[in-house]
């Protein structure tokens, strides 16, 4: 093993926020994958990271408040997995809902639709779903397109009231509303309809 290899992957990882996910893809600038995994091994033992899963980890984060280390925040993988794969993902049904504070139920699974292969992560009691797809509603979107359009479809046409309007209107900033209104003119009639009411373009 090249301890000059390990010695910049390491001071990656310590300039990263605790918390921050990696997969070893983020490194393959440094080393060739097999060292990667080697030192990535390595890091874990001596407690720099933690392992997720096959190829992931964490920078752990300790909270003085609760006196452990927090658990590792399912969203930042999924965001690890898609860097790793160049896809595009959002999240989706309750997850997405999660997201924008429109529930608050607890959720089994973690669920985002993706333009990659259908996949499933597990660690702990985590359970994270990529699902495959290929539409006008992901590709080409920002994230918070991407998030407001599988909320709405999560909830249904017919159970888009006036709260949720109201409620999706507040949290969103003009400039989240712009984008949104811009980008998501190819969405389903009734998902953009709902859209522009929440973002005032109509009433």
Request: proline share 2%.
């Amino acid at each position: 093993m090249d301890f000059g290899y390990m010695e910049q992957i390491r001071e990656r990882i310590s300039a990263a926020s605790d918390g921050t996910v990696f997969t070893n893809s983020d490194f393959v600038d440094i080393a060739d994958t097999d060292t990667i995994r080697k030192i990535m091994q390595r890091l874990t033992q001596k407690g720099l990271l933690r392992r997720v899963s096959k190829g992931i980890f964490e920078k752990p984060k300790y909270s003085s408040l609760l006196k452990e280390y927090v658990a590792v925040d399912p969203n930042e993988v999924a965001k690890a997995v898609a860097r790793c794969y160049h896809w595009t993902i959002a999240p989706c049904g309750n997850t997405a809902l999660n997201y924008l504070g429109l529930s608050d139920q607890v959720t089994a699974v973690w669920s985002y639709v993706s333009d990659g292969p259908y996949r499933v992560y597990k660690w702990d009691s985590t359970k994270l779903e990529f699902k495959h797809r290929t539409n006008k509603e992901i590709s080409g979107l920002s994230y918070i397109t991407r998030i407001v359009i599988q909320a709405l479809k999560a909830l249904g046409k017919e159970n888009i009231t006036a709260k949720i309007i109201a409620e999706l209107s507040a949290k969103l900033s003009e400039d989240n509303k712009n984008t949104i209104l811009t980008e998501a003119t190819e969405a389903t009639d009734w998902v953009y309809e709902a859209i522009r009411k929440i973002c005032g373009a109509v009433k």
